[in-house]
Nanobody, 122 residues
Framework: QVQLVESGGGLVQAGGSLRLSCVAS????????MGWYRQAPGKQRELVAE???????NYADAVKGRFTISRDNAANTVVLQMNSLKPEDTAVYYC????????????????WGQGTQVTVSS
């Protein structure tokens, strides 16, 4: 089994910063893409940022220049540094990872964290 555990959400004033972390554990052979998504009330879940195993990074236009995604492969961790936060960034943030594991043969699945609330007050 694979588990993703997120931390770092909370309440912050507009213009402030938060740092989200997501740690994967379990029967992991390799972590491929790692990403952060968010879902605001009444809206669909959307991609915030993602980073591939080769280091290619993609950001949503709404967060470019304010958010930074990074990964630590040795620690099975992906981090989202969020600066200059705006009220419209308020959402539940989820990490998602595509993980390859071995169970007689190799399998790859997408795994999601439980979500962490980020609230930005104006």
């Amino acid at each position: 089994q694979v588990q993703l555990v997120e931390s770092g959400g909370g309440l912050v004033q507009a213009g402030g910063s938060l740092r989200l972390s997501c740690v994967a554990s379990g029967r992991i052979f390799r972590i491929n893409a790692m990403g952060w998504y968010r879902q605001a009330p009444g809206k669909q879940r959307e991609l915030v940022a993602e980073i591939t195993s080769s280091g290619t990074i993609n950001y949503a236009d709404a967060v470019k220049g304010r958010f930074t995604i990074s990964r630590d492969n040795a620690a099975n961790t992906v981090v989202l540094q969020m600066n200059s936060l705006k009220p419209e960034d308020t959402a539940v943030y989820y990490c998602k990872e595509t993980i390859t594991y071995y169970n007689g043969k190799y399998f790859s699945n997408d795994y999601w964290g439980q979500g962490t609330q980020v609230t930005v007050s104006s």
